[in-house]
């Protein structure tokens, strides 16, 4: 026989059942075991309705004093660890009126007017990734101090830079740290971009129709400092797709960190030997006592996997679904969860990891008069002098092919070897080759040109606060 009454206190939806639910099912449908991390915004998002419900006279102000009060006991037994989440409760919002209701009786039954838990957690959701979404904009921007930090002593240290992984045309190692601040700038602004959308009241949606009490949405808004209201109740408990696109800007986010792990792991192997990990952020191996793996950068460049895999799980969970809520949705927890979690671990390691990592200057300088760095330079001085771009590339290539012959640079060749290429060549050729004259060379905005790359440290310290006086 079952047991009504039974049913009807562990549940609040229990009065149209007559059976107790399953133990199994039970287990399968909770979200508790991860929900319970929304219990802080759970509790501001309740406040501010019960707050609104007493602005438009559905709750006196004792029943909102008790409300409020009660939430925010509840709060504060979460936080220190007294406070029992159990399966048979679902989810957080349920643990939250339960216990409401068992510290103020009837009063806490009336919290849940005018709402239900498709567009309360939809709230919770909002409320948490803003939060989250202002935490990565703080690490990025810690991230970007470290390297616009490393610029000025950096600032004589030129790189060889490559594509296909071949050596290509000499650059400022400032130039380098500047370009992930852009990558990271671009990031920071898909994210405040995010903010926007993700930054909107959905309570008030109720079900999924909206509600007959005559509730003002824009006094929860402003309550929750959202910035608009969602004008559609069957939107609003569907929609996810400020789940997705937080998601997506964090997988661009990993995208960036793993491109400089992964750079940053070739730089560091003894071939290259252009970068020298910290110790403290490597690790060794368990059978090969010799080594000093670069772990952090593999991980770094790994958990990427994660966060983009989150990306493609919450896509594939919103495909196909109908409007208003489905059960399916509860499943968006985890993977937005998961993925702020591990873009913070990232950039709280990244940031460091590129303050402390050091630059063998020695190393890279001995090598800057190989793989023909100054090339492109010297095709482009004949340009200047009139040669049609195709002629000069022929003649630099012809160039190449004598040096590399003769195992010796650009610079090595004798004019004579110069001008049986190409007969206008004169002393001044001399005066743009080498890596060094390569880069001050350099003219276009953007450039790695010295007065370039000093003026967009400057834009950088600027924009970073990373000078006193601005002059
Ligand atoms: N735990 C649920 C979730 O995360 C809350 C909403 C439940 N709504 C419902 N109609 N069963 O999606």
Request: with cysteine; proline share 2%.
């Amino acid at each position: 026989m079952s047991d009504t009454n039974n049913q009807e206190q562990t549940k609040a939806w229990g009065g149209v059942f007559t059976e107790n639910t399953d133990k199994r099912v039970e287990q399968f449908t909770e979200s508790i075991s991860f929900d319970n991390r929304l219990y802080e915004v759970d509790i501001l998002g309740s406040i501010a309705h019960a707050r609104m419900l007493c602005d438009v006279g559905i709750l006196s102000s004792d029943e909102f004093n008790a409300i409020e009060r009660g939430l925010l006991e509840i709060k504060s037994e979460i936080e220190s660890g007294r406070f029992e989440f159990r399966v048979e409760l679902e989810d957080i919002h349920m643990h939250v009126e339960r216990a409401l209701i068992a510290k103020i009786g009837d009063v806490g039954r009336k919290l849940h007017t005018a709402r239900s838990r498709n567009d309360q957690v939809v709230t919770d959701l909002r409320l948490w990734i803003r939060n989250e979404i202002d935490a990565v904009d703080k690490s990025l921007f810690e991230l970007q101090r470290a390297f616009v930090g490393r610029c000025d002593s950096d600032f004589d240290v030129i790189l060889p830079a490559y594509t296909h992984t071949r050596r290509a045309q000499p650059v400022l190692a400032s130039h380098v740290w500047l370009a992930y601040c852009e990558k990271f700038e671009r990031d920071r602004e898909r994210l405040q971009d995010c903010r926007k959308r993700v930054n909107v009241l959905g309570l008030g949606a109720a079900a999924l129709a909206g509600t007959s009490i005559p509730i003002d949405r824009n006094k929860t808004a402003k309550y929750l400092e959202f910035d608009s209201v969602a004008a559609n109740s069957l939107d609003v408990s569907s929609d996810r797709d400020f789940v997705l696109e937080a998601a997506f800007c964090l997988a661009e986010i990993a995208i960036h960190t793993s491109t400089l792990a992964e750079e940053w792991i070739l730089w560091s192997t003894t071939e290259f030997n252009f970068l020298k990990i910290p110790q403290a952020f490597c690790t060794g191996s368990s059978i090969m006592p010799q080594k000093v793996n670069p772990d952090v950068l593999e991980l770094i460049r790994g958990k990427t996997a994660r966060v983009i895999g989150n990306l493609q799980m919450l896509i594939v969970l919103t495909k196909g679904l109908p409007l208003a809520y489905n059960r399916d949705l509860q499943e968006d927890k985890r993977p937005i969860f998961d993925s702020f979690d591990v873009i913070k671990s990232i950039l709280s390691i990244a940031a460091p990891l590129v303050e402390g990592a050091e630059l063998n200057r020695e190393v890279i300088k001995s090598q800057l008069d190989s793989g023909y760095l100054d090339a492109t330079t010297l095709m482009e001085f004949l340009i200047l002098r009139g040669v049609p771009q195709r002629t000069a590339h022929e003649i630099v290539g012809k160039l190449v092919r004598i040096a590399m012959d003769e195992s010796v640079s650009l610079s090595e060749l004798s004019l004579q070897k110069f001008r049986s290429v190409y007969s206008e060549f004169d002393e001044d050729v001399y005066k743009i080759l080498g890596a060094n004259s390569a880069i001050n060379a350099m003219k276009s905005y953007g450039s790695t040109a010295p007065i370039q790359v000093k003026s967009q440290i400057k834009r950088w310290k600027e924009k970073l606060q990373m000078v006193e006086n601005v002059k």
